[in-house]
């Protein structure tokens, strides 16, 4: 980037863009090893590395399951109406959130549920693993925080976002998280 700086108005920062890089000029498809299809939209995507597969989200509510390295689906999921909006894998434990704003922990060897996690009244957009723990962003303009290891209990949650919240980082030692109130909080 070419510096930083400050928005009057809003007091807002913005970066300003170099020209692009030359290996960002071709084509993304390009640069592509492997396509995989599947009949329906795909929503989300996690890899479960202790079994080498790779879990899809798709639209209809599935949850299809992939073999990592050709892509053939293994198994396909369906127990639920509900979308899967965001999968995340903690230590060979997928967790799955759903558009009814319910977390089904599932595990990743063999696909099968081992605990529904309740509390969001908004569809669970994000899921972010850090340490001992797993927070969930939401619909319901909240961040739940929960343990990750046995019990998956809940611990808290964070509130001030004012719409929902869409994505979850970790950078050093703060959480990030960002909203469609136009917000990221720290």
């Known amino acids: ?3 930083l700086f400050t928005c009057p108005v809003k007091r807002t920062r913005f970066w300003r863009k170099q020209a692009a890089p030359f290996w960002w000029r071709y084509r993304m498809d390009d640069l592509c090893l492997r396509t995989f299809f599947d009949s329906q939209k795909v929503r989300c995507i996690a890899p479960a590395e202790a ?5 899809c989200g798709v639209r209809d509510g599935s949850i299809v399951i ?3 390295s050709n892509g053939l ?4 999921l ?6 899967v909006w965001c999968l995340t894998d903690v230590n060979s434990r997928m967790w799955c959130g759903y558009s009814s704003g319910t977390i089904c922990i599932r595990d990743a060897q063999t696909g099968r549920p081992l605990q529904n996690v309740s509390g969001h ?6 899921l972010l693993w850090h340490d001992d723990y797993v927070f969930s962003g939401s619909g319901d303009w909240t961040i ?4 990750s290891g046995g019990t998956y ?6 509130l001030g976002h004012a719409n929902s919240v869409r994505c979850l980082t970790w950078h050093g030692d703060y959480l990030w998280s960002g909203s469609d109130d136009y917000s990221i909080r720290v």
């Not at 369906?78 to 979308?83: I, N, S, V």
């Open 144 to 147: 739940r925080v929960h343990r």
């Open 153 to 158: 209990t809940f611990v808290r949650a964070l």
């Open 78 to 83: 369906r127990e639920k109406e509900d979308f």
């Open 73 to 76: 689906v293994l198994r396909r």
């Open 51 to 55: 079994k080498k597969t790779v879990w």
């Open 1 to 3: 980037c070419t510096g």
């Open 66 to 68: 992939r073999d990592m």
């Open 121 to 126: 009244t908004g569809g669970v957009f994000c």
